[in-house]
Nanobody, 118 residues
């Protein structure tokens, strides 16, 4: 059974930091590109950051460049999102995704809430 379990969300003040984790199981984690997406109330889900299976290439949404860092530990089947200098507009539910485009496979986690508020 494929599972992606996010953790690390919570309430933080503007300018603060959070580190999200997403642990994968039930599939060959190292074969999949991993990404974080977010969805704020009333808005569409958007890509935040993506990391290739070998960790060699990353891409970030313009809104988070220089503040967020995606990384992975294939030995632990875990992907991370380090979020620094958080802003009010970063408030959203953050979702982890695993994708293997060639095979047409994509899996989603259940999401973790991040709230930035003073």
């Amino acid at each position: 059974q494929v599972q992606l379990v996010e953790s690390g969300g919570g309430l933080v003040q503007p300018g603060g930091s959070l580190r999200l984790s997403c642990a994968g199981s039930g599939f060959r984690f190292a074969w999949y590109a991993m990404s974080w997406h977010r969805q704020a109330p009333g808005k569409e889900r958007e890509l935040v950051a993506r990391l290739t299976s070998d960790g060699g290439n990353t891409n970030y949404a313009d809104s988070v460049k220089g503040r967020f860092t995606i990384s992975r530990d294939n030995a632990k089947s875990t992907v991370y999102l380090q979020m620094d200098s958080l802003k009010l507009e970063d408030t959203a539910v953050y979702y982890c995704n695993a994708d293997w485009r060639i095979a047409g496979r994509s899996y989603w986690g259940q999401g973790t809430q991040v709230t930035v508020s003073s």
